[in-house]
């Protein structure tokens, strides 16, 4: 009864909500799927449950928790709403005295804890909750029923064109052509259906090369430098175990540099000699250097990708505790092997930049399958070359060009849905984390180079684990549109364009840099992210407030701005109706203020006129309308008089010595750039100087 009277609401539901019932989805409607969820609940409500956000249970609150079809809510918060999928694990205890404790581990590192009062209450919630974490299909996330609240006004899904980005770069162009042979994702699954390849190379030589490279993975154009035209590809690994030798992956590499015109090139392998050589056993491997005449073939040890979790895990851990001194602390963070993993992508990222942007030779990155390093590393080389993708709108279209569009398995490499638990264990690795975190070392030497600040990293990273929107489902988006994810879901880059929440994700101290970021990587400029991995130890309230002053200093300096701007306007409309004045004449800048005083001073001696005057046969002074003068307008005119007068002439010597800092601009020109060099040594001391300097 109950079953039958719940497929009749979702379905009025999916009718006046006016979403499009969709019989494509297995033949069932995505809110009916919901009722499995009801099928586990053997209790939706139960009382007399303390909840909070504390250990010690300090600011426990009392009230119902009620568990629903994809949150689980509790009426003393009515915003308070857990997602099912975000929760990781959870751990039983006993407070004694108390009652039994349930704790929520959250995949963001939160940490929740309710408090029963009897055993049977914790049972029965803790064996929903362990069932309901992780949906077994992908039509039963939260991501399917969910409906903005907000009026979108752009379609997060259409703001990301990749022709429209390749023309931003100058493509086509005589080097390099657009191919359609991706339409549909008939040629690779994980390519977007326009992609950019050397002119020189029709599509026949690409189907050979298909068939060379794991997945179909050909080398695909992804960045150009507007200097020095250098070009930044990524592909997967060549198939040399199955096939020794390609010649038209040999022609491809030799188009590469020719229209770059570059007499050499460099191949990067994200893996370390060891794993290229397990993989070879597979079938895989690396390019043969003598093969590929001109090109520098370079190993990376970024770290094995299945290794991720487990450093992450001891990462977490090691934040989270409370009881450890600090010399321990030290240690355990070493150990752990987190803090290396970013040093070591960030390192290789700005390797690659300092070859692209000094050399101006072309570099081609690639990993196993070049979907989970290679993302990384193409990403944060765009991050320090373009300052387009320093700005909030250009990162969004970052994320969405090389981890949406070009295939990142973010439902393995999450968890999100799956019935064997075991694989999907294996599965998971926290690679976009590690971009994000590169990126927020980023923000912490270079504070005023980002439009966005700390809050839309964490925001990205919450919404790859919660499903509450679509962007970060399956692997790629050919997988989304044979799962109707673009139709039946919304897009987090239509949330982010609402301009309450822009608002929350910009940066105050935004002061934009043209030129590259020169990122230090030594092991002291790394820093510990405390902010997310230890968000359920410390309270960051302080934090957060001095964010929201910094939010309120730049809102009163934007107003303050607009009217600045207003009482200039105000100012020439003034001097233009002066300039109309029958006998005046257009006002000079030196007369502004004088002219003004005589229009004001005759205007007075006229409404004092008596009658003596006009008996005496003299005719009362013409009166001269003067505009209205508000407050904070007075001093227009004499603003102007200041402007006017020639500016003091000033001994530069003299000037230097009262101004150090403009004395060092004088004597180190500002365009001057540092001796190329490839080296990485140097760019890391180079790096280091750079971004104290920026900071």
Not at 119 to 140: I, N, V, Y
Not at 243 to 256: A, N, Q, W
Not at 476 to 484: G, I, L, P, V
Request: glycine fraction near 6%; include cysteine.
């Amino acid at each position: 009864h109950t079953r039958n009277h719940y497929t009749l609401v979702c379905f009025f539901v999916k009718i006046f909500s006016g979403r499009s019932w969709n019989p494509r989805q297995r033949g069932r409607c995505a809110h009916v799927v919901a009722m499995d969820s009801f099928e586990v609940i053997k209790r939706p409500r139960i009382a007399g449950v303390h909840f909070s956000r504390r250990a010690d249970l300090g600011d426990a609150q009392s009230g119902d928790i009620v568990l629903t079809g994809h949150h689980i809510l509790h009426t003393s918060n009515p915003d308070l709403q857990i997602l099912y999928t975000s929760i990781d694990g959870l751990e039983r205890h006993v407070v004694v005295g108390r009652g039994p404790l349930l704790v929520l581990r959250h995949k963001t590192f939160g940490l929740n804890y309710l408090l029963f009062a009897s055993d049977r209450d914790c049972t029965d919630t803790a064996e929903a909750l362990q069932q309901l974490r992780t949906p077994g299909s992908h039509e039963s996330l939260f991501a399917f029923v969910h409906h903005p609240r907000y009026e979108v006004e752009i379609d997060g899904w259409a703001l990301y064109d990749e022709a429209a980005e390749l023309r931003r770069l100058g493509i086509p162009s005589k080097q390099f052509r657009l191919t359609n042979l991706n339409r549909e994702y008939g040629f690779c699954a994980s390519y977007p259906e326009v992609m950019a390849v050397p002119y020189d190379v029709d599509d026949g030589v690409l189907h050979e090369i298909r068939s060379f490279r794991q997945d179909g993975r050909i080398p695909l154009l992804r960045y150009i430098h507007q200097r020095t035209k250098a070009a930044l590809f990524r592909a997967s690994q060549p198939l040399v175990g199955a096939k020794t030798r390609c010649y038209e992956d040999e022609r491809m590499f030799r188009s590469i540099k020719d229209a770059t015109d570059k007499t050499r090139g460099y191949i990067l392998d994200v893996r370390s000699s060891i794993e290229v050589g397990a993989d070879k056993q597979k079938g895989g491997g690396t390019e043969n250097p003598s093969q590929y005449f001109g090109w520098t073939l370079v190993n990376a040890d970024s770290g094995p990708v299945k290794l991720l979790q487990e450093t992450l895990t001891k990462h977490v851990e090691v934040c989270q505790d409370k009881e450890s001194s600090t010399s321990s602390m030290l240690t355990r963070l070493e150990s752990a092997g987190w803090l290396k993993n970013v040093r070591n992508v960030l390192s290789t990222a700005a390797a690659v930049a300092n070859v692209i942007h000094r050399n101006g030779d072309p570099v081609v990155v690639h990993g196993a399958s070049g979907v989970d390093t290679t993302a990384s590393i193409v990403s944060l080389t765009q991050l320090l070359l373009d300052p387009y993708f320093r700005t909030l709108d250009g990162f969004c279209h970052l994320v969405d060009k090389e981890w949406v569009r070009v295939g990142h398995p973010f439902s393995q490499r999450c968890g999100h849905f799956g019935t064997d638990r075991v694989a999907l264990a294996q599965e998971r690795a926290p690679v976009f984390l590690l971009f994000l975190d590169c990126v927020w070392q980023m923000t912490q030497q270079f504070p005023c180079a980002f439009e966005f600040g700390e809050s839309l990293l964490l925001e990205l990273f919450e919404h790859t684990m919660s499903c509450e929107y679509g962007t970060f489902l399956f692997s790629n988006f050919s997988e989304k549109a044979s799962n109707d994810v673009v139709t039946a879901t919304a897009s987090l880059w239509s949330l982010f364009r609402q301009p309450a929440k822009r608002r929350q994700l910009l940066n105050p101290l935004f002061d934009p840099v043209h030129d590259w970021l020169r990122v230090c990587f030594k092991p002291t400029a790394i820093c510990n992210w405390l902010r997310l991995y230890a968000r359920s130890t410390f309270d960051f309230a302080a934090v957060d407030e001095t964010d929201m002053l910094m939010t309120f200093l730049f809102d009163r300096k934007e107003a303050l701005h607009t009217e600045v701007v207003l009482m200039q306007e105000k100012a020439r409309q003034l001097e233009a109706e002066l300039a109309e004045t029958p006998g005046l004449g257009p006002p000079q800048p030196r007369e502004s203020a004088a002219l003004l005083t005589k229009i004001s001073g005759d205007a007075a001696a006229g409404s004092t006129s008596g009658p003596e005057d006009e008996d005496a046969g003299q005719q009362p002074p013409q009166q001269v309308q003067q505009p209205e003068v508000r407050a904070g307008e007075e001093t227009v005119a004499e603003a102007l008089a200041q402007a006017a007068q020639p500016a003091p002439s000033v001994d530069p010597q003299s000037a230097a010595a009262s101004d150090p800092l403009s004395a060092a601009v004088v004597q180190a020109p500002a365009d001057a750039d540092p001796p190329p060099s490839a080296a990485v040594d140097e760019q890391e001391e180079s790096g280091d100087g750079h971004g104290q300097a920026a900071s």
